[in-house]
């Protein structure tokens, strides 16, 4: 899996890339039951909305499933972040956002590197979201809006909700948001089950509430160069690994050919 020239100048220039069937059904099916085993384990690293109680964020699945464990080495989202980054990558973030249908509520305008800087410690804002979609997203079902652009603008001023949701996130000013979505506009992520989307740490971003009957479950790899690491470890181990082993990438059938040792 390479990245074509075109591909990584839209990346560039928007801050995010949509790459439709990256995945297959068959994928996608397998990953999906995995989805369903790690939902139903009792653990603080299952996050629940503030008010429905259904899950909101699974993290640190990799460590918790073997397929995930063999989802983060993919190929077809390794590959791609060694080729923008072309450094060695660790594992730093591992999640589902599922929004579940009726209740799922809204992530907040922010950037990741927001986070990843004040409580993580970590100097640049090199690290690469890879997400890969576990159903259909559509307009309905509360899909990521990007400000386009919004990366070329640096890091925007932000303050930390500890109450709108039941994640506490750094979230980008709303006068600023208001600038930037003058200045460069909005996309939405939207995409058949097994699409992917790369994204990079200063993009502002979020997504609305999910007034629909349906789920919205989104896959989540952050990778960040190994020279960027975190320094600071305030938050807990699910939100941030403390693995800085270089990954490396597995066959591009590991999913489907599970008997086969990677
Ligand atoms: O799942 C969502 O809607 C938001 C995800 C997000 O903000 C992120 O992965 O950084």
Request: aromatic letters at 8%; charged letters at 20%.
């Amino acid at each position: 899996m390479h990245l074509t020239s075109l591909q990584l100048t839209e990346f560039h220039e928007n801050g995010f890339l949509l790459l439709p069937d990256l995945f297959s059904r068959e994928e996608v099916a397998v990953l999906n039951q995995a989805k369903e085993e790690v939902f139903a384990q009792e653990t603080n690293a299952n996050v629940v909305e503030k008010k429905s109680g259904e899950v909101r964020t699974a993290m640190g699945l990799h460590l918790r499933n073997e397929t995930f464990a063999r989802l983060v080495r993919h190929p077809r989202l390794v590959k791609p972040a060694q080729q923008i980054l072309s450094e060695d990558l660790y594992v730093q973030q591992v999640k589902i956002n599922v929004k579940s249908a009726f209740d799922g509520e809204a992530w907040q305008w922010h950037y990741d590197f927001a986070t990843h800087h004040a409580d993580d410690g970590v100097a640049e804002p090199l690290a690469l979201n890879l997400h890969v979609f576990l159903g259909d997203v559509s307009e309905f079902n509360g899909p990521l809006y990007f400000i386009k652009g919004s990366h070329k603008c640096g890091a925007a001023a932000s303050h930390h909700d500890t109450t709108t949701t039941s994640y506490p996130l750094w979230c980008v000013d709303q006068n600023e948001v208001t600038e930037l979505v003058e200045h460069g506009g909005l996309a939405s992520a939207t995409g058949a089950a097994g699409t992917g989307l790369i994204f990079g740490d200063v993009l502002v971003h979020g997504s609305p509430p999910n007034m629909s009957p349906w789920d919205r479950p989104i896959f989540s790899l952050i990778l960040n160069a190994v020279s960027n690491k975190q320094t600071s470890f305030v938050r807990p181990e699910h939100k941030h690994h403390t693995d800085y082993t270089p990954v490396t990438p597995l066959a591009d059938d590991c999913l489907l050919r599970q008997e086969v040792a990677q």
